[in-house]
């Protein structure tokens, strides 16, 4: 079997940037609002949760839609981003960047809201008797303590986002080069005769690119508790 | 005035409302679980904010509703080791124990690191991990982690609760060690009338989230009443002596006290240490003569300062032999047959078994 396509690469490279971005952007509103999730008492939590959750039991299709809506250029809030800013996500890379934050936002904050449950709140009240300030104890004691949650998200984020299909699809369409990320050039090549070797050769490289990034989060998970539990 | 606390606090179905004050090197609370101990010190440290409170450590004012000062508690300066030793997994041991400098001005750092380690005997577990250290480690570890934060105060919460005997006999002696030459005053959150007996200056006795009793050690060691069923068979007088001689022939030390001289099994420590001995008052007989033919090697003369007051069959005669103070618990009926009443000379025999060694605790040079 020959190697890609020079189309081909571009897809596995836009792939790969895409699902870098979107784990990388959701990984802070993601610790945020685990821990509002796990430890806020306030009105409105059990909506929010509800909220965070839906793109997980929600057809990837509508989650499509509603940023089709919402963010597109004329949506309210994509209108609003154009002007302000000159953040444009319709059609662009960064829209398929932003959807497949979106569907794998409820994985990320599950994991993190997981290793927070387990941290045991009297190290932080030991911390702070020992003169240490909460954004302190939060940095040196909270964050090391559930950084194993926060790689278990971040690679649960990626590998969602290299599988991403409905949504991006439905959201930026497949444009070659700039949204066509490698489910959907599987799905172009699947469309036209002829197209069953490029299929196969994408879904290889999806395949380790996938084992390559479970590999690495257990890796570093391992080295990770070993460091915080040994 | 070291420290002065008044707290009232509702927590649930539980009220507590104490208040005391004490100047001690080591001032102990006692009282049984739910008595409101673990309650008192987390409002001195911060980590519960009572309803109305009045907190003065060291003459600052850490809380008082009354005027809404409630000083945070990472700027309270108050030490803690906790029952569980609460060590941070995720740091090596001396990280641990420099935990608290990364928090504190250059300016106000006084305890030495050196000094605390060798003084809590733990330079040989400086790389390890929390996890592998045995319990005793663990809670040495905590003491210094609380002692290099340079705190005014230091609070511990039963640390040595999770322990067993033998662990428990190998930290006593640090404990000694930093009430007399560690310079921080403490707090000792305990249970266990035998360790309050070798370790406290000054004692509060709490029952049902209410002061009972406070004073010197000495003082409320004395008197069985303030001390529900199982601590009441621990309490007694607490008297200083010295090893004066050690008797080889039959495996006997003597120690001299101001009341006499008092034969035990054979101890370790040289000749003139100074030791606190506990005198149980269930393990005293009263004779109003000099025994004879009698198997204990014991016997104290004396007089009887004060009866307290009676509490079911049982009494309390409080005696002053030679100076020091001596605690017998009798029933009501000897003290009428006898016709015990003040000012009465009379011998306390004790059974030797009353020396039980974990009451026998190395004195500072300012107790009781």
């Known amino acids: ?230 | 005035m070291i420290l002065d606390v008044s707290i009232e606090h509702e927590q649930g179905a539980f009220a507590l409302q104490a208040s005391f004050q004490s100047n001690g090197k080591l001032t102990a609370l006692f009282g049984p679980s739910g008595s409101g101990k673990t309650t008192i010190v987390n409002a001195v440290s911060g980590l519960v904010q009572p309803d109305h409170a009045r907190i003065v450590v060291q003459d600052r004012v850490l809380v008082d509703t009354t005027k809404n000062i409630v000083v945070p508690k990472h700027r309270r300066r108050i030490g803690y080791v906790f029952q569980e030793g609460r060590l941070f997994p995720h740091l090596n041991v001396r990280h641990n124990l420099l935990f608290g400098r990364w928090f504190t001005q250059k300016g106000e750092r006084t305890a030495s690191f050196d000094h605390v380690v060798d003084l809590l005997g733990i330079g040989h577990l400086l790389d390890r991990r929390p996890s592998t250290l045995s319990g005793g480690e663990k809670q040495r570890v905590a003491i210094g982690r609380a002692l290099l934060a340079d705190p005014q105060l230091l609070l511990m919460d039963e640390p040595l609760a999770s322990l067993d005997e033998a662990r428990k006999a190998e930290i006593y002696p640090y404990l000694e060690r930093l009430r007399d030459e560690g310079g921080i005053p403490i707090v000792l959150v305990s249970h266990s009338v035998a360790e309050i007996a070798r370790l406290a200056t000054s004692v509060v006795v709490l029952s049902e989230g209410r002061v009972i009793a406070s004073g010197s050690a000495a003082e409320v060691l004395r008197h069985t009443s303030f001390f529900a069923l199982e601590g009441r068979a621990e309490v007694g007088a607490l008297i200083e002596a010295q090893v004066s001689r050690h008797d080889e022939a039959y495996d006997l030390t003597v120690l001299q006290a101001r009341a006499g001289t008092l034969s035990i099994p054979r101890l370790p420590h040289p000749i003139g240490t100074s030791l606190r001995v506990r005198l149980r008052a269930r393990d005293i007989i009263l004779s109003l003569k000099a025994p004879e033919g009698l198997s204990a090697l014991n016997v104290l003369p004396g007089f009887i300062s004060s009866i307290d007051e009676a509490e079911g069959s049982s009494v309390d005669v409080q005696l002053d032999c030679g100076g020091d103070p001596v605690v017998a618990r009798v029933t009501r009926k000897s003290v009428e047959e006898l016709g015990l009443k003040p000012g009465l000379a009379v011998h306390a025999i004790i059974k030797s078994i009353a020396f039980d060694p974990e009451a026998l605790g190395v004195t500072g040079r300012e107790n009781m």
Do not use: N
């Open chain 1, 1 to 230: 079997m020959e190697g890609l396509s020079p189309e081909e690469w571009t897809a596995v490279r836009l792939s790969l940037k895409v699902a870098s971005v979107a784990m990388a952007a959701s990984l802070i509103p993601g610790i945020a609002i685990a821990f509002l999730l796990e430890r806020g008492r306030f009105w409105g939590r059990q909506a929010l949760d509800v909220l965070v959750h839906l793109p997980l039991v929600l057809p990837p299709v509508v989650v499509g839609w509603f940023l089709l809506i919402g963010f597109g250029r004329r949506g309210p809030v994509g209108a609003f981003l154009a002007e302000q800013f000159g953040i444009v996500f319709s059609f662009r890379w960064t829209g398929a960047a932003l959807a497949c934050a979106i569907m794998g936002f409820p994985l990320l904050v599950r994991a993190i809201r997981l290793s927070i449950a387990a941290v045991d709140r009297k190290l932080e009240d030991a911390a702070s008797t020992l003169g240490a300030h909460p954004v302190w104890v939060f940095g040196v004691v909270t964050l090391p303590l559930i950084l194993p949650g926060i790689i278990a998200g971040m690679v649960l984020s990626f590998a969602k986002a290299m599988g991403e299909f409905g949504a991006t699809i439905t959201f930026v369409s497949s444009i070659p080069g700039e949204t066509q990320t490698i489910p959907s050039a599987i799905y172009a090549y699947t469309q036209v005769p002829g197209g069953e070797g490029g299929a196969m050769r994408l879904t290889l490289v999806s395949i380790v690119i996938s084992i390559a990034a479970l590999w690495l989060s257990e890796w570093l998970a391992r080295r990770v508790r070993r460091r915080v539990h040994a």
